[in-house]
């Protein structure tokens, strides 16, 4: 629609350009998250998740064999020989890793490269090579403990579900999001389902049926729509303590409901009211009461806006804080949502990203799926329910 | 009892009892109260008609009222009490307390920040987007990417944004990716470029425009042509003219700050405890989820606008930058409007990210934050429900809007 005569070509280049730049800013934080979610704690402390991919410099300190194991140590034109791998030593397969830089001593672990020997003390010498095989000679017959040899080497990029089985599986662990999870699911389903039905009632009425008042109600849903449920913690919350729910699952249900429903009434009646008026005229003269017109015609035809809240909903009481925070958590801790505990742990465990990263992408991974396996439900809310 | 067989006890406790409330209510009014049958039935019909919209509200009503019409009364009268007192009546004293603490000033003009800055950056680049993905092929992928945000906790937000904006020490490698961009710089040709120059080219262009959009919304104030606008419309143009000026001079500083200031180079910073500065690192975060909104609303309204006038245009010579500013933009201001609002409510209620990544520390503390502050950590309900009410007088402008519009709509 847009056919410029000259220089299409040069502006779709420019276009196409722009947009993956504005795609990957958008992408990167979010991905630096993931990837770092899949990495040890060491190597997130080492180096930027952007080097994942690549092969990664790590100094390291690793032994030869431990030549008091030995049965005996061959002889070889008359000093004793050692031999072995030191990746192999460590318990990890040869060929891994290729070493770049190597040394003895902890003040110079990079004095000798590849091939070197170094002189050790008592005329022992060792020589390194680049996948890790060594050769130790001495005089007399080494004993106890191996050689220590510093390295630097470069490994191969590594991933672990390390972090999510500590932060999943591992029922020790009191950090762990499982039972935040399962807190975060009990809160949300019930406080998703409950206001869809009231509301649609509601909806009908609005839309469908002719009383005084109407008109008035429909500004009031209108008006309550931006009311910010600050105002609302602390009388709710004295009025729950009043009349004995105080803090608990009963109350966030309530209050979520609450909240939720002027969106709900309203985007429910903005659809509602676009239903063809004949197949409800025809219903009435048919002799169908109002509650058989509500469920058999217009709940099933309602159905992408019912869809549409309940993907509201279900997004915004998951990913609530200040909600559960006020009417939900005590001081016990036994009913927090992951939402509180991320913020817990960013408190407690400030710089241990493996934790962070993890915890983060367990809370954010159900809404991710919701949000591309129904995302055209999604837009069509948004569309109808942003006010015009 | 376990919490997950108390939530299926929930689910089928409240949606049986909806179920069962609305189909009994129905039959008790048409079988019992008022039958259809008798001498009286035409008139026990009528009847009937008339209470049953109200048996289909009542739920609704009941915990709309509840839950949010009540808060309103009770959070204007407790911010008129005193707890510690015993509830007693104190007159202002409570706005007088708030209005001595400097915390609440700083919340207040960060707050004022945030509603300039995020509405406007996330239509921005919403627009910006909604126009670019609707020009090509994988448009849709590019959509889904920038929309998704939208699905991502606040906190879960901060945790992605605290990384990017981790520091370590200087001499180590740097895990956060802002910090690592930012050693690049060494205050050579490049940094030069790209720290000085560029952002002062953005800041004159932006206060240029700003300057632009000044003028045209006090041009019919002061120079009214045809037809003088309205006392509300007057003040409106106003006020929305005093915000840009009062920006364009912000650039200016900010001008001035690039010309002349001096960086840190080649020493990690730790964004979060710059002043003023960390206010805008965590804007970002807000920006980067209401942008997707924004691009889907508005590319909606784009894809809306009739070909025919852009055909039109196209034909009489006009250029694309003309076509954009000159025909479409017109044609969608009623929803960048719209959108504009929408996030500007976000905007005030914001107090996740502000709670998760600082806390309202560094001079960071929004309205939102700080009510939280006072309601559950000075246990100051007075004070923090005083800050209650002024969140919801920065909305009230927005809800008149809002009710206006949508009774206009329905006539």
Redesign the interface.
Known sequence: ????AGGKSS??WA??I??VV??LL?????V??LV?SFRTADQ???????TAMLPQERNETLRTDRPGDLETIPQVDGVYVVEGNLFVADGRTEGGAAISAWGTGSLAIDEFVPGDTAPLDDGQAITVQENGDYVWTSPTPQEGRGQRVFTTAATPPEFTVENYDNMLFDPSNREGMTKAF??T??VT??AT???I???A??A???AW???PG??L????????????????????L??HNEIGIGKG??GV???H???G??LA?YLLRNYMVGLPRDIIENARVDGA???QI?VKIILPLSYPALASFAIFQF?WT?????VS??FLIDSSGD?TVM?KQ??EL?GSRGGN?EI??T??FV??AV??L???SL?RF??RG??AG??? | MNPALLGVFTIFVGVGGCLAYFYFSNVLLDKVIFPAKGIHAGRNINRAEKVRPWLFLAPAILALGTYLAYPVVATIWLSLTDRSQGDAFVGLANYRQMGLDPKFWEALRNNMLWLIVVPAASTAFGLLAAQLTDRIRWGNIAKSIIFMPMAISFVGAAVIFKLVYDARPAGTGQIGILNAVWLQFDGGIGSLIVLRILPILLLVLMAAGLALLAWILIRPVVKPDHRRPGLIETLVRLLASVVSVLVVLACLRGILAAVGGTYPYGVPQQWLTIPVWNSFFLMIVLIWIQTGFAMVILSAALRGIPEETIEAAIIDGANPLQIFFSIKMPQIAPTIVVVWTTITIVVLKVFDIVYAMTNGQWQTQVLANYMYDKLFRSNDWGVGSAAAMVIMLLVTPILIWNVYNARKEMR
């Not at chain 1, 629609?1 to 410029?4: A, L, P, R, T, V």
């Not at chain 1, 958008?26 to 979010?30: A, D, G, I, S």
């Not at chain 1, 997130?44 to 952007?50: D, M, V, Y």
């Not at chain 1, 849903?221 to 105002?231: I, R």
């Open positions: 629609m847009d056919g410029m502006l779709s276009v196409n722009s947009v504005l795609v958008w992408l990167f934080p979010t630096g998250l770092s997130i402390a080492g180096s930027g998740w952007w399962f807190n699911l009990t389903i019930p389902i409950i206001p039905l009231i509301a009632f509601a009908y009425a609005l049926m002719d009383f109407r008109a109600l429909i500004a009031a849903v209108v008006g309550l729509l931006v009311v910010p449920l600050q105002l609302a913690l602390i009388p709710l004295r009025l699952y009963l249900w309530l209050a409901t609450g909240f429903l002027p009434i009461t109002d509650f509500f997004l998951w990913n609530d804080l200040l925070l006020v009913t939402t991320i913020v960013l990203w962070l990263a915890a983060a809370s954010i809404p991710l919701v949000f591309f995302q999604l837009v948004l569309l942003s006010v015009k």
